[in-house]
T-cell receptor
């Protein structure tokens, strides 16, 4: 059974650019959540997708958007990148809404 | 918004010692979870707790869901060097959509 995978592992972008991060959920999981983890802090909830619909959003501006596909994989898009967007972006999948969330290895985004 | 206070922020202990860390919240959670994160990796789920008062073990790890549903603790017995990492508590409310994380406890073990 394959766990949660994310791509790319690292990337560097310039302020003002746009970025797309990808996540493949664990087999059989229909729920994907995205988190931002700044250096030295705990992860912060961005949003969650359940069966291709957004199901809850944290305190992040609209330039953070997402998608979930029929195979339950997901994308996180960030427009108009700011320096403070530099962080580890984590994707977590779960069997259903109330089940334990299992995390991928993350994508390290650096904005210069 | 909800806040989780996790303590201590860091611990430097001798191999073989027992470790205890805890998490408190201003709000009630339906589920408490404990994760461990190592450098360059995502958090790995250690223990999940679903009922107030529940005490659950996973090998040398033991965690409890507080009676008030506003706190939880994690104990590690007989620590070993591979226990090194950052331990996070996380609470999940009845909406189920988000985890609220504590600030983490950085554990260092001296062989």
């Amino acid at each position: 059974e394959t766990g949660v995978t994310q791509s790319p592992t690292h990337l560097i972008k310039t302020r003002g650019q746009q970025v797309t991060l990808r996540c493949s959920s664990q087999s059989g999981h229909n729920t994907v959540s995205w988190y931002q983890q700044a250096l030295g802090q705990g992860p912060q909830f961005i949003f969650q997708y359940y069966r291709e619909e957004e199901n809850g959003r944290g305190n992040f501006p609209p330039r953070f958007s997402g998608l979930q596909f029929p195979n339950y994989s997901s994308e996180l898009n960030v427009n108009a990148l700011e320096l403070d967007d530099s962080a580890l972006y984590l994707c977590a999948s779960s069997l259903g809404l109330m089940d334990e969330q299992y995390f991928g290895p993350g994508t390290r985004l650096t904005v210069t | 918004g909800q806040q989780l206070n996790q303590s201590p922020q860091s611990m430097f202990i001798q191999e073989g010692e027992d470790v205890s860390m805890n998490c408190t919240s201003s709000s009630i959670f339906n589920t408490w979870l404990w994760y461990k994160q190592e450098p360059g990796e995502g958090p790995v789920l250690l223990i999940a707790l679903y009922k107030a008062g529940e005490l659950t073990s996973n090998g040398r790890l033991t965690a409890q869901f507080g009676i008030t549903r506003k706190d939880s603790f994690l104990n590690i017995s007989a620590s070993i060097p591979s226990d090194v990492g950052i331990y996070f508590c996380a609470g999940q409310d009845n909406a189920g959509n988000m985890l609220t994380f504590g600030g983490g406890t950085r554990l260092m073990v001296k062989p």
